[in-house]
């Protein structure tokens, strides 16, 4: 018999933080869970598990910020204004956060005083707490996908028929069905990639890219920065469709 166990993440809820957020580049509120790992036989786990960090989401943007167990922090049992969960939670923010305001304000007022070192620590710091996006979106089989992947097959096997009579060798025939479905499937799942990353990615990166105005090759340095930690919101990030959708996005507009 083949039993499937393994670990499964759990999360519980624990409260309302202020904190720096580096997407919205500004305090933020946030929620607070914590992750805990448990035990799983056919995905059913019998425990609350080990806990194992804590994520902030932030309530603007929908980043997450990690925290390791070792990290002590204070948090308030409910939402409130900002104003008032940064004098119960995290009151000495402004000076937590210091470094971060002070290049947050660079680059908003004087964008061409930036380093390159400084410009790729910009670029880089929302990617990191949007790629949970990503890892979400590749490990769901959507309805999008499921049905554009469908329409690859059904499109492709038509090619291969009606190239069919035209060929005289089978192997030929099988041939072509084969790469026009594999062909059409790798067009309808970077077509699907890029439509999540403009939707869920690019919008959200939007305010600080347009503050920073990247060339193409800080992009991909962007990239190769990350492929080491082979998050796929690197694999996905596209330098030409991510400039293209800047263009395209009126200076200042939230989408
Ligand atoms: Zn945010």
Known sequence: MFIIWGKKQKRFPEGFIANWCAVCHDMREFKVTRIHLASHVYYISFSKGDPVGHTFTCQHCGAEHYRNLDQAFHTAS?????????????????????????LSEKMRQRPQELSPAERQHLLLQPLYHLSYLAEKQGSNVTLTGLLTGMAAFVLGALIGSLLGPLIDHPLWVVGITAVSILGLLY???SYNRNRFMRREVYSRLKPVYLAIQPSEAEIIQTKITLKPTKLKIGDWLNARALLKFLANSPAGAQS
């Open 78 to 102: 409910e939402l409130k204004p900002l104003d008032l969960l940064i004098e119960e939670t995290n009151p000495n923010c402004m000076e937590i956060w210091q470094e971060d305001v002070a």
């Open 187 to 189: 067009l309808s799942i």
